[in-house]
């Protein structure tokens, strides 16, 4: 969005918006109001709350350093006030308002902040964990270092009600504290995603999360027909991850560069694409239905190989997909064939799944699959020359290189 189309959508905004002072939408249309009787800014009707939706992300947008240190909520709430004055006092929109709109934000000072998490699932014995740009804290031997780094935390009213003894914290940099918290929020999910991709458990008994942490679980049932009734329970039964392990930061694994790509700024193509990748097996490991796990580990090979993201899956895309698999995995020439063989065996699978429902899948297709995911990332984090790759681009001439040898 250029400056002039930003100023034609303010300005756009400010005619379609009306003054519902009753608050009464007579045809039952969707829209949005905002404040009560001589302050009110309604958008009614589908085109009107379209074009306000649609208008709204791209204003937020026009300002990456806006969007990046503010909230919508408050960027939002500007903009209404900004759409009441213009409408009141019969403004239009031009260079000079629209700089000083935007420049009011980043006038606002910009904190660095850390946001303190508890952590379920997760034992340790040290006081402290750092892992890239996350520290864990065990909190019973850690609160002395708490209180001395935040003079203003009180036991009593932040910690005394707590379910775990460790803590996640994230550094955070914004310019409210909604936003210091929407980004957060953002980091340790990605950050739980990355937990189970490594901790890789497909039975589901090791889960370490603050969102997503999957505890203890007792399961009734009654077993109910016209000769018997039952009762039929079960546990679950969560077992804790040492979160010091070494494994963590495995450089054989690349886990230990994991954690820095996650808080990363200016990533290349293949570091977004392979942190996505991580991310889907994290989400594929976590759920228990076997269809959607498989689903979501052919998705990070996908997301991480599709040379065109525009274009349909095709019975050539998916040889694409598999010959290359082959090359990043292996070097021996038959297992590269096996390799191959076997991602196309588990992509009629997903394809069964998605197109036709196919409930078909056993634990040893998910296994299959998150193994091939899995060598694929690692290769990406630990093996030349692909760990030095920057771009799809470059990886298809890698590649087109070794098939010519």
Same mark, same amino acid.
């Given at each position: 969005?250029?400056?002039?189309?930003?100023?034609?959508?303010?300005?756009?905004?400010?005619?379609?918006?009306?003054?519902?002072?009753?608050?009464?939408?007579?045809?039952?249309?969707?829209?949005?109001?905002?404040?009560?009787?001589?302050?009110?800014?309604?958008?009614?009707?589908?085109?009107?709350?379209?074009?306000?939706?649609?208008?709204?992300?791209?204003?937020?947008?026009?300002?990456?350093?806006?969007?990046?240190?503010?909230?919508?909520?408050?960027?939002?709430?500007?903009?209404?006030?900004?759409?009441?004055?213009?409408?009141?006092?019969?403004?239009?929109?031009?260079?000079?308002?629209?700089?000083?709109?935007?420049?009011?934000?980043?006038?606002?000072?910009?904190?660095?902040?850390?946001?303190?998490?508890?952590?379920?699932?997760?034992?340790?014995?040290?006081?402290?964990?750092?892992?890239?740009?996350?520290?864990?804290?065990?909190?019973?031997?850690?609160?002395?270092?708490?209180?001395?780094?935040?003079?203003?935390?009180?036991?009593?009213?932040?910690?005394?009600?707590?379910?775990?003894?460790?803590?996640?914290?994230?550094?955070?940099?914004?310019?409210?504290?909604?936003?210091?918290?929407?980004?957060?929020?953002?980091?340790?999910?990605?950050?739980?995603?990355?937990?189970?991709?490594?901790?890789?458990?497909?039975?589901?008994?090791?889960?370490?999360?603050?969102?997503?942490?999957?505890?203890?679980?007792?399961?009734?049932?009654?077993?109910?027909?016209?000769?018997?009734?039952?009762?039929?329970?079960?546990?679950?039964?969560?077992?804790?991850?040492?979160?010091?392990?070494?494994?963590?930061?495995?450089?054989?694994?690349?886990?230990?560069?994991?954690?820095?790509?996650?808080?990363?700024?200016?990533? +290349? @193509?293949?570091? !977004?694409?392979?942190?996505?990748?991580? $991310?889907?097996? =994290?989400?594929?490991?976590?759920? &228990?239905? #076997?269809?959607?796990?498989?689903?979501?580990?052919?998705?990070?090979?996908?997301?991480?190989?599709?040379?065109?993201?525009?274009?349909?899956?095709?019975?050539?895309?998916?040889?694409?997909?598999?010959?290359?698999?082959?090359?990043?995995?292996?070097?021996?020439?038959?297992?590269?064939?096996?390799?191959?063989?076997?991602?196309?065996?588990?992509?009629?699978?997903?394809?069964?799944?998605?197109?036709?429902?196919?409930?078909?899948?056993?634990?040893?297709?998910?296994?299959?699959?998150?193994?091939?995911?899995?060598?694929?990332?690692?290769?990406?984090?630990? +093996? @030349?020359?692909? !760990?030095?790759?920057?771009?799809?681009? $470059?990886?298809? =001439?890698?590649?087109?290189?070794? &098939?010519? #040898?």
């Amino acid at each position: 969005m250029t400056q002039n189309e930003a100023i034609k959508t303010i300005n756009d905004l400010v005619t379609i918006s009306t003054k519902n002072e009753k608050f009464v939408n007579s045809t039952k249309e969707p829209s949005k109001s905002f404040g009560i009787g001589q302050s009110n800014v309604s958008f009614i009707g589908y085109e009107s709350l379209l074009k306000y939706q649609t208008s709204l992300e791209l204003l937020y947008a026009f300002n990456k350093e806006i969007e990046n240190t503010i909230s919508l909520k408050k960027f939002e709430e500007s903009i209404i006030l900004l759409i009441r004055k213009f409408r009141d006092e019969n403004i239009k929109c031009d260079t000079h308002l629209l700089q000083d709109f935007f420049n009011a934000f980043l006038k606002i000072p910009k904190v660095d902040s850390e946001i303190l998490f508890e952590l379920y699932g997760a034992e340790m014995q040290n006081d402290i964990l750092i892992l890239g740009d996350f520290t864990i804290y065990n909190y019973l031997l850690s609160k002395e270092i708490l209180f001395k780094k935040y003079s203003h935390l009180q036991e009593d009213l932040f910690f005394d009600n707590r379910k775990s003894n460790i803590y996640l914290g994230v550094k955070v940099t914004a310019r409210e504290n909604n936003k210091a918290v929407e980004i957060a929020d953002e980091l340790v999910e990605t950050f739980e995603n990355v937990l189970n991709y490594m901790i890789a458990d497909l039975s589901h008994k090791r889960s370490v999360g603050v969102f997503n942490f999957r505890g203890w679980r007792n399961t009734s049932r009654i077993i109910c027909n016209n000769t018997t009734m039952g009762f039929h329970g079960s546990n679950e039964v969560s077992l804790p991850v040492k979160i010091e392990d070494k494994y963590f930061t495995d450089t054989s694994q690349g886990n230990d560069k994991i954690w820095n790509l996650i808080t990363k700024k200016n990533k +290349t @193509e293949v570091e !977004n694409r392979l942190l996505q990748a991580i $991310e889907w097996i =994290g989400k594929g490991i976590h759920d &228990k239905d #076997k269809s959607k796990a498989l689903v979501q580990f052919v998705f990070s090979i996908e997301g991480m190989l599709k040379f065109d993201e525009k274009s349909i899956i095709t019975p050539s895309i998916v040889s694409q997909l598999s010959e290359w698999l082959a090359f990043i995995i292996q070097d021996d020439l038959d297992k590269r064939i096996e390799i191959a063989a076997y991602f196309k065996q588990i992509y009629r699978k997903r394809s069964a799944i998605v197109h036709g429902g196919a409930k078909a899948i056993d634990l040893n297709d998910i296994q299959i699959a998150l193994q091939i995911a899995k060598l694929m990332t690692i290769s990406f984090l630990t +093996t @030349e020359p692909f !760990n030095n790759i920057k771009s799809l681009q $470059e990886l298809n =001439g890698v590649i087109t290189k070794m &098939k010519f #040898k």
